[in-house]
């Protein structure tokens, strides 16, 4: 039996928890959540897109990301626009506000990577390793 530190996963469930709270504060100044933050840079370097595609961009349920679409609509970040052909289909996209949000993202980007301290090489192995597991779970799953 592992103890709760020799878990793998919790490893990178705590980690990933220390994110969040490191990232709050500097999104709270924005109005913003984290998943909200991840549609606007999904939306800034991609453009519109369905609330499918966006889903599986973003690896979540289109039932979570509808609520938080609402929000950030309502926020005045965003359009919902149904297709007129079918009704399922709904088309996000930035507003003026929601473009113009991007200017205020890289003093939060560089407090993240100074909250990490690991040099931009060592950072860029992490993540790449991190997305290969990433890929072998979801292949796992499938």
């Known amino acids: 039996m592992l103890e709760l ?3 793998f ?3 990178v469930y705590s980690t990933a928890h220390m994110f969040n709270r490191v990232y ?3 999104l709270d100044e924005l109005g913003l959540t984290y ?3 991840l549609v606007l840079v999904v939306l800034w370097h991609e453009g ?7 889903a599986e961009r973003l690896k979540l349920e289109t039932s979570t990301l509808t609520p938080l679409l609402k929000r950030l609509e309502k926020a005045g970040l965003v359009t919902r626009t149904r297709s007129r052909a079918d009704e399922r289909k709904v088309t ?3 507003t003026d506000a929601g473009r113009a949000a991007a200017s205020r993202v890289p003093p939060i980007n560089a407090a993240i990577a100074d909250a ?3 040099t931009p090489e ?3 192995a992490i993540q790449k390793a991190l997305l290969r597991i990433r890929e072998r779970l979801e292949a796992a799953i499938a």
């Open 5 to 7: 530190d020799q878990h």
């Open 9 to 11: 996963c919790f490893a």
């Open 24 to 26: 709050r504060p500097l």
């Open 35 to 37: 998943p909200q933050y």
């Open 48 to 54: 519109p897109g369905s609330v499918t595609a966006l």
């Open 92 to 94: 996000i996209a930035l």
């Open 116 to 118: 990490i301290g690991e």
């Open 122 to 124: 060592e950072r860029a």
